[in-house]
Structures are given as C-alpha cells and as structure tokens.
C-alpha cells in the first residue's frame, strides 16, 4: 500500500514536472525573441508611454475633473496591457509562421495548453511592467494614482486584462490555423475592437442598444466597471467581478478548442505544411 502511493506521488511529480517544462520552453523562447529584437521593446515602452501621455494631455486641455482623467487613463491603461499581453499569445503562432517551423512545433510531444500557457505568462511579465510603467507616469505627470484602490482591486483588474488578452490572443491562433498567413493582421485588429466595445475611454451605455449588449458578453468591460467604482463611479453591474470570471472561464475553454479544432483541420488540409515551407 505505501509503495503504491509512493509510486503515484513519484508518477505525478513526474507529470508535473513534464508540464511545467513544456511551458517553460515556450515561455523562454517568447522572452528571448522580444529581448533580442529592438522593435518588440516599442509595444513595451514607447506606444503604452505615449497613450498614457496623450491621453492624460487631452483631459487637462478638456479640463476634466480628476475622477473623468482616472476613468479615462484607466481606460488607456487597459488598452495598453491587453494588447502587449495578447500580442505575447499570438505570437506563439506567428513566430513559426516567419521562421517557416510550424510543423515542427506540433511535431513536438506538447499540447495546446503549452503553447499557449508559455507565452501567456511571458504576456503577463511584460504587462505587468506596462501596468507599472504607465500607473507611474499617470501618478507623475498628472496627479492620479491608480494604485490608490490597493492591491485587491489592482490585482482584479490585472486579472482581468491578462484574461481578456489570453482568449483574444488564442481566437487569434486559431483564425492564423485556419486561414494561413493572410491572417496575420488579426493580431491586431481584433483586440481594437473588444477594448472599443469593453468602454476603455467612456461608459458602455452610451453604445447604441446592440453594441451596449455584446459588451455585456465581454469578461473587460466587468473588471473596469468594478476598478472604476473605487474612483466615484457608481457599478453599472452587481457582482460584476465574479461575472467577468465566470464569463472568462467559460471563454477561455471555448477558445481552446477552437484552436484545438483549427490545429486538427490544418492537418488535414495540409495547411501545416504549407505554413512550414
């Protein structure tokens, strides 16, 4: 009986083990290719500072009270993470796609879930340092300190932003597994429009009827609603942080096996060769 436990524990250690490596390699492999090139340091440092600099600009020239500049930098700010976190997860597709080894990587005894897991915890490092980076220029150069909510708040509406980032940026994986290389663009359009529709720079229910309802289907538009209340803004939703969890469980399954189901029909149509040549 003891040596049958001990041999599960040892068997489960060993899976354990075999998965966080998996995930490890891709992670590496994401850090290392945004380290070394120059222009991937632009989508860290430049475009977040100056969207947080223009932004906050425009609401002094406005003269916007202090809580319209937080709702509004807020809303930047989310801009900013999301999109340097999901481009993390797209890229775990694209980069194969430039160096023609797409083939290879699912020739690899890895799973989806390593894929996507590893450079989305390098998208959570580099979105973090943007949260960073932004919420002290916010608080420097125009008074507004994001982080006055407390560590609570801030973490549940990071939580959010690197949650919405890893469903967009695997619907992105897999529209580039069915559709090829021609679908490269949609690393970045995609994600324009769910912050548009999420309310990143104005309240939902100013959207006409039907954009206003499929914001309500967006797990972001709940996390900044909940952040924004700590600033005098009164919630739109009840619960509304444990509804964006829910609703981003519940994407992140659907968006998995979407990919899933692209990888398998790339397969099939030879497309995964063709993307290798």
């Known amino acids: 009986m003891i040596g049958s436990r001990a041999e599960k524990c040892w068997r489960a250690e060993g899976l354990l083990r075999a998965e966080a490596t998996a995930v490890w390699a891709f992670a590496v492999r994401n850090l290392q290719m945004a380290t070394r090139n120059v222009f991937l340091l632009f989508e860290l440092l430049f475009w977040p500072v100056v969207g947080v600099s223009t932004i906050g600009l425009m609401t002094r020239f406005l003269a916007l009270s202090t809580e319209d500049a937080a709702f509004v930098l807020i809303g930047q700010m989310a801009f ?9 997860v797209a890229y775990s597709v694209i980069y194969d796609i430039w160096s023609k080894s797409m083939k290879h990587q699912f020739l690899a ?32 150069a125009f008074r507004i ?24 940026g695997v619907c992105v994986c897999a529209l580039i597994m069915l559709f090829g290389g021609r679908a490269e663009t949609a690393a970045w359009a995609p994600i324009n429009l769910v912050l548009a529709l999420s309310g990143i720079y104005y309240p939902v229910s100013v959207l006409p009827s039907a954009a206003a309802h499929v ?63």
């Open 145 to 168: 300190n994001v982080f006055d909510p407390g560590l609570g708040p801030v973490v549940t509406l990071l939580a959010g932003c690197f949650l919405t980032a890893w469903i967009v």
């Open 215 to 277: 914001a309500r289907a967006i797990p972001l538009t709940y996390f900044l609603d909940t952040y924004r209340s700590n600033f005098g803004f009164p919630s739109a939703y009840p619960h509304a942080a444990l509804t964006g969890f829910a609703l981003s469980a519940g994407y992140v399954m659907l968006s998995h096996w979407a990919l899933l189901a692209a990888v398998g029909r790339a397969r099939r149509t030879g497309l995964l060769l063709k993307m290798s040549e």
């Open 80 to 88: 900013s993470i999301v999109s340097t976190c999901q481009l993390d």
């Open 109 to 140: 005894p890895i799973g989806i879930r390593h894929l996507t897991i590893g450079s989305w915890t390098v998208g959570i490092l580099r979105g973090t340092l943007v949260f960073l980076l932004t919420g002290g220029l916010a608080a420097w």
